[in-house]
Every structure is written in C-alpha cells, then in structure tokens.
Nanobody, 118 residues
Framework: QVQLVESGGGLVQAGGSLRLSCVAS????????MGWYRQAPGKQRELVAT???????EVADSVKGRFSISRDNAKNTVYLQMNSLKPEDTAVYYC????????????WGQGTQVTVSS
C-alpha cells in the first residue's frame, strides 16, 4: 500500500503562485508515475500533470507554460509549481501515484484546495 499526503494549497490572488507538494509513504518502490489531477465544483476530475520515475512529464494544455511538475525520488515527493494562477484554476488538487503493475489501482491523496481570487 502507498499513502499520499498533499500540502501547499490555499488562497491566492490571480497572477500569484503556489507550490503543491505530495509525499508518498509505504511501498513506494511499487510506484512509477506520480502526478496531479484537479476537480472544480460541478466539473469532472481532469489531469493536470504527471511525471515518471525517470523524469518524463506530461502537462495539460490548459496549464502548459504556467505549471510545472517535478519529483524528488529520494524523498518520494512530487511537486506542482503553479504560476500565473487564474480564477479558473480554482479546484481541489489531488496527488496520484500509478503502480508499475498496471492491473493495480492508482493511489490517490485526500486532496488540497486551491482557490484563486480575481
């Protein structure tokens, strides 16, 4: 089992920045990619960014150029740096971890609220 704990959310004005962190614990040797999804009120959960253990990244078009994802494998931590935040970035942000063994379900954190005021 893997546990994910997010931190770093909060309230920020439009144009500001936040950095989210997610620490994985437990059987971390079983996970490959880690990433972030978000869910705004009344909307479906959507991919924000992912990063493999080798450092390959995928970033959603809606945040490309503003958000970046990074990872410290030694600390089992993934980061989401969010710059030039917009009110439409307001959502609960969830950390996720994908096992190497793809038949296993992904792990999810409890989520952290990000609110961007205009």
């Amino acid at each position: 089992q893997v546990q994910l704990v997010e931190s770093g959310g909060g309230l920020v004005q439009a144009g500001g920045s936040l950095r989210l962190s997610c620490v994985a614990s437990g059987s971390t040797f079983t996970i490959n990619a880690m990433g972030w999804y978000r869910q705004a009120p009344g909307k479906q959960r959507e991919l924000v960014a992912t990063i493999t253990k080798g450092g390959s990244t995928e970033v959603a078009d809606s945040v490309k150029g503003r958000f970046s994802i990074s990872r410290d494998n030694a600390k089992n931590t993934v980061y989401l740096q969010m710059n030039s935040l917009k009110p439409e970035d307001t959502a609960v942000y969830y950390c996720t971890a994908k096992p190497y063994l793809l038949i296993l379900a992904d792990y999810w954190g409890q989520g952290t609220q990000v609110t961007v005021s205009s």
